[in-house]
């Protein structure tokens, strides 16, 4: 189970004493969506474009810490089919 919470500032601070952590960018209808988790704690945004100020900030947080980039997620059944 992952906690979501909408506190950057909360996340990051838990989030830089975590060990391994991960984040998704995707294209949704709304613009773009940015997922991170770290530990059991995670964080969902939805930004109007890729340029935005706030999403940069975060994904350079997300490089610095060492998280790894998830492309996408499969159940692990489908894995090895």
Same mark, same amino acid.
Do not use: P
């Given at each position: *189970?992952?906690?979501? /919470?909408?506190?950057? @500032?909360?996340?990051?601070? #838990?989030? !830089?004493?975590? +060990?391994?952590?991960? &984040?998704?960018?995707?294209?949704?209808?709304?613009?773009?969506?940015? +997922?991170? +988790?770290?530990?059991?704690?995670? #964080?969902? $945004?939805?930004?109007? !474009?890729? $340029? $935005?100020? @706030? %999403?940069?900030? *975060? %994904?350079?947080?997300?490089?610095?810490?060492? &998280?790894? +980039?998830?492309? /996408?997620? %499969?159940? $692990?059944? %489908?894995?090895?089919?």
């Amino acid at each position: *189970m992952v906690y979501v /919470t909408e506190d950057w @500032d909360g996340f990051k601070a #838990y989030a !830089e004493n975590c +060990r391994v952590g991960t &984040f998704q960018i995707k294209d949704v209808v709304e613009g773009v969506e940015f +997922r991170v +988790r770290a530990g059991r704690l995670g #964080y969902i $945004d939805v930004f109007n !474009e890729k $340029d $935005d100020e @706030d %999403l940069k900030r *975060m %994904l350079k947080f997300c490089r610095v810490q060492g &998280f790894i +980039r998830v492309e /996408t997620t %499969l159940s $692990d059944e %489908l894995f090895h089919i």
